[in-house]
């Protein structure tokens, strides 16, 4: 597992910021509406991207980014995640971290030492569900200790639910909010078919507006603010 990709430059990820992308290989899931599947499937398949040409791109685009996002793939799983980002946060840029938070540990060594500016944590159906995601048990337990803490941290959090049919509903979106209590804004985003990982679930038709709009209701029971994203 190592760096498998750079992006350039996006406007998305920190808001009114320009930042660039890294994408690390390999997850601890194997989310069917996954979008970077090869990422999850067979990441030793892909060439590392060297690390010095990273931080050289780095370097050149300082006068421009504010920031790097790090993504995957799980970044937590990364062996060298913290010395990678004490070295971006050592060049004065920002950092937002993606992940599933399925490695709690990880990510209060992240916090702890204070290498994050964001965290964007995934929340993908109610934490009971998780063995719906993977091939092997999944720890859901460890999903609530990272949520839990980044509850409590000062650090910058983005929850997201992806709403996918089958995946979440009603039910789900009322265990998360129990989940959430406390949190101060939550994203419910559209599920877009293309690309994902399993192909059953390139089939399947993304849910209405109005359904849509009908979970976020119910998230606002628990998150005062909540955000529709792609629709």
Request: charged residues 20%; glycine residues 6%; contains cysteine.
């Amino acid at each position: 597992m190592g760096i498998k990709g750079f992006q350039g430059t996006s406007l998305l990820d920190f808001p009114g910021r320009i930042a660039s992308l890294v994408f690390l290989g390999g997850c601890n899931l194997s989310c069917p509406f996954c979008h970077n599947p090869a990422l999850v499937e067979a990441p030793e398949d892909l060439p590392d991207y060297p690390l010095e040409h990273l931080f050289e791109e780095l370097t050149q685009r300082r006068t421009f980014i504010d920031g790097v996002v790090i993504s995957g793939g799980e970044p937590t799983l990364y062996p060298d995640l913290l010395p990678l980002m004490q070295r971006i946060k050592s060049m004065g840029l920002q950092v937002k971290l993606d992940t599933n938070g399925l490695l709690p540990e990880v990510l209060a060594e992240v916090l702890q030492q204070g290498l994050v500016d964001l965290v964007a944590l995934d929340l993908k159906t109610s934490p009971e569900r998780y063995r719906e995601l993977h091939n092997r048990s999944v720890d859901s337990a460890a999903l609530t200790r990272s949520v839990a803490m980044l509850l409590r941290s000062s650090v910058s959090c983005e929850f997201r639910t992806t709403c996918v049919p089958d995946l979440v509903g009603e039910d789900d979106i009322l265990q998360l909010g129990a989940l959430l209590r406390g949190a101060q804004s939550w994203v419910l985003q559209q599920f877009v078919p293309h690309y994902c990982l399993a192909d059953s679930y390139r089939a399947l038709e993304p849910y209405p507006v109005s359904r849509l709009e009908t979970f976020a209701e119910l998230a606002r029971e628990f998150v005062p603010k909540v955000v529709l994203r792609g629709v």
